[in-house]
């Protein structure tokens, strides 16, 4: 297969792409120029956020989250990565993870700050889970890392956090809030989240690519990632609801692109009009974050595992 847009140059350059979804192969150099073009094009369309102040970028050591800090700063953005480190010893999960944020961090010699768990409360992720009595580790790591994510936004004054969620994560996300429901989480899903008091901007840039079209950019770019996901995710309710579009997208193809961007021309609003009485937000008693409640959820798990050991 031959690239497209070289052939409408008279070039006969072969295709390392094909986008069944938007019936287009392209070579190594159109590729990245698309793959470029359309991230920032959805950063100007939902005002994610400009070229003026920091851009705190969340970092996993996933293929998403280091392609998107090496784009953004490629565009010119000032960016700073952040990096949760979660103590998971399996696979030496953690420790792979922070090396390849590191290595970013050399190559475009920009800064990263390091969150340990264990160095800040205490434990790793799955200890507290344990002692906070949930069985959901994935879960209670979520809540940790959008409150540190959030704090260290807050602390440092950035003007926005981008983190890497992709398509496939969203459209799982968008399936499994229809098929219960819920109004609520519907309301809020969005390519962007504005700032509120005590809340930073959050913005998903690469909320329309497939993983594919992710994994190739960061292949193309030499970009050394994680191939192997949390081991704690077994639990989780997500693949399911990812393996069930990825057999409606191979039918077609199209599909999970389509429930995404119809959803915010034709749903979404109604959700958020459902919601408009929003819900009213305190300081936290213990580290004054924003939260529904007199004391935070990480306040209270903090609270609860004080001093409590497994032996
Ligand atoms: P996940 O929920 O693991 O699919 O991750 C979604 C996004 O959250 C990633 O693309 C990152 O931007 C961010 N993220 C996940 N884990 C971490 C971490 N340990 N440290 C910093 N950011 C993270
Ligand atoms: Fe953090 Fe699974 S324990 S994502
Ligand atoms: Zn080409
Ligand atoms: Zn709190």
Known sequence: ????????????????????????????????????????????????????????????????????????????????????????????????????????????????????????????????????GRDNVCSVCGTFKRYIMNKIAIDKNLNAIATGHNLDDESAVLLSNTLRWETGYLGRQYPVLLERKGFARKAKPFCFFTEKEIVSYAILNNIQFMETGCPNSESATSPIYKQALAFLEHKMPGTKLRLYKEFFKKARPIFTKLNEEEVKLNPCEKCEMPTSTKICTVCRIVEKIKGKTIC
């Not at 991230?39 to 003026?52: E, G, P, Q, V, Y």
């Not at 103590?87 to 475009?108: D, V």
Request: overall charge positive; proline content about 2%.
């Open 1 to 132: 297969m031959l690239c497209k847009i070289c052939k409408t140059k008279g070039k006969r350059e072969k295709a390392v792409i094909n986008l069944r979804q938007h019936k287009l192969s392209l070579c190594k150099e159109h590729y990245i120029e698309w793959f470029e073009k359309h991230t920032l094009k959805t950063i100007k369309k939902f005002r994610m956020f400009s070229m003026d102040g920091k851009i705190g970028v969340a970092i996993s050591g996933g293929k998403d989250s280091l392609s998107l800090w090496y784009l953004l700063t490629k565009a010119g953005y000032e960016t700073v990565g952040i990096h949760i480190s979660l103590g998971i010893t399996a696979n030496k999960y953690s420790e792979k993870s922070l090396k390849l944020c590191q290595n970013m961090s050399e190559r475009l010699q920009k800064p990263l700050i390091v969150f340990n768990l264990q160095d800040n409360f205490n434990h790793p992720i799955e200890k507290i889970a344990e002692l906070s």
